[in-house]
């Protein structure tokens, strides 16, 4: 399934890199999801990306963490694990944009672009499972333990969505991170009591 998704993502975002049309069509665009209700929007600027680096990172983030999410998912519920990850990535996509909807609903100025928020909420999603799992960002050169990275990309998030400084939607980051922490809770509570123990453990607590 991530495959597919990657796969769906890389095809349409390629064709709207030269087709202005497609592009305008499918972006967010909360000035016109209100006043049009054009509320496929909501859904559809996630095919899209502002560039083949965009492009990439999102989708090699979403190949390396989406299949530990989807193992997760199918050793808890079996086949219907891909079920709830397709909710998962679905959901989180129109989730992580409604802040910024409320936001701009009434600025036909704003646009946005890209699975940034879905991706986060893969990520998110995958630490519950993982959360003392080691993530490496460029240039650091060891890992971070993943729970450690959840609350650092939180704060980071939330403080940069609030300076406005520049282009990337951080509120997009942050919201889709806690739809995916809240949506996996939701689905299945013991995953919060498991991402306690572990945490417990790794700290000899």
Excluded: C
Excluded at 83 to 93: D, E, P, T, W
Excluded at 133 to 154: D, K, Q, S, V, W
Excluded at 171 to 179: E, I, K, L, M, T
């Amino acid at each position: 399934m991530v495959l597919i998704i990657i796969v769906i993502t890389s095809i349409i975002s390629i064709i709207a890199f030269t087709n202005a049309d497609l592009f305008y069509r499918f972006r967010f665009n909360p000035f016109l999801v209100k006043h049009s209700k054009q509320w496929h929007r909501f859904f559809t600027y996630a095919l899209l990306h502002a560039g083949a680096m965009h492009l990439i990172i999102n989708m090699f983030v979403l190949y390396s963490f989406g299949e530990v999410v989807i193992k997760a998912y199918t050793s808890l519920f079996g086949i219907r694990g891909y079920y709830y990850f397709a909710l998962l990535y679905i959901g989180s996509v129109m989730m992580s944009v409604l802040p910024s909807f409320g936001k701009h609903k009434d600025d036909p100025g704003y646009n946005a672009v890209g699975a940034s928020g879905a991706v986060s909420a893969v990520v998110f999603a995958s630490i519950l499972f993982v959360p003392t799992g080691r993530i490496t960002i460029f240039p650091i050169p060891f890992g971070i333990p993943a729970f450690i990275f959840g609350i650092l990309y939180l704060v980071y998030s939330a403080y940069m969505s609030k300076r406005g400084k520049d282009n990337i939607g951080h509120d997009a980051h942050f919201w889709g991170a806690v739809f995916g922490v809240i949506y996996t809770i939701a689905i299945k509570p013991r995953i919060f009591l498991y991402f306690i123990d572990q945490i417990k453990t790794f700290l000899n607590f």
